[in-house]
């Protein structure tokens, strides 16, 4: 939906309470800012690609760190503290790949970054890291 459509539903809305008389336009416009309040809005939140890049052209890094964008805080730092490559196989981490984080320590309530990397999840589910523990466990 777009800011016009809103603005249009907003000010339907107003001329409907208006309608109704109980209201004079100061108490409407009141009530407007309860029921739907401002919000901010830009146009293009997105970040344009640079002219000379293509996912085709091999730079790994330029793409790995725009798509850090989409994860969240503690995960996008672990990801710029790696240069954006898995911790286990030392591959850039492509687009479409999945990223999780590891807690070295095994506390899953330990979110310290010193306590944090990012794997691929084939990485980190599949190879080494929790089937090496777990062999060591004898489980």
Same mark, same amino acid.
């Given at each position: 939906m777009s800011q016009h459509a809103l603005w249009h539903i907003s000010y339907?809305?107003?001329? !409907?309470?208006r309608k109704q008389g109980r209201f004079n336009r100061w108490q409407t416009n009141? @009530?407007?800012?309860?029921?739907?309040?401002t919000v901010p809005w830009s146009a293009a939140k997105f970040v344009k690609v640079?002219?000379?890049?293509?996912?085709y052209d091999g730079d790994l890094l330029y793409w790995s760190k725009r798509n850090s964008v989409l994860y969240d805080g503690a995960t996008a730092k672990t990801l710029?503290?790696?240069? !954006?490559?898995c911790q286990h196989c030392n591959l850039s981490f492509l687009p479409d790949d999945l @990223?999780?984080?590891?807690?070295?320590?095994?506390n899953h309530n330990h979110w310290k970054s010193s306590n944090l990397v990012a794997l691929h999840r084939h990485c980190h589910q599949h190879?080494?890291?929790?089937?090496?523990?777990?062999?060591?466990?004898?489980?």
């Open positions: 339907w809305a107003w001329k !409907f309470i009141g @009530i407007m800012k309860e029921v739907a309040p640079k002219g000379n890049k293509s996912p710029a503290k790696q240069q !954006f490559k @990223i999780e984080l590891h807690h070295v320590d095994g190879q080494t890291i929790h089937s090496l523990k777990q062999g060591k466990s004898g489980r």
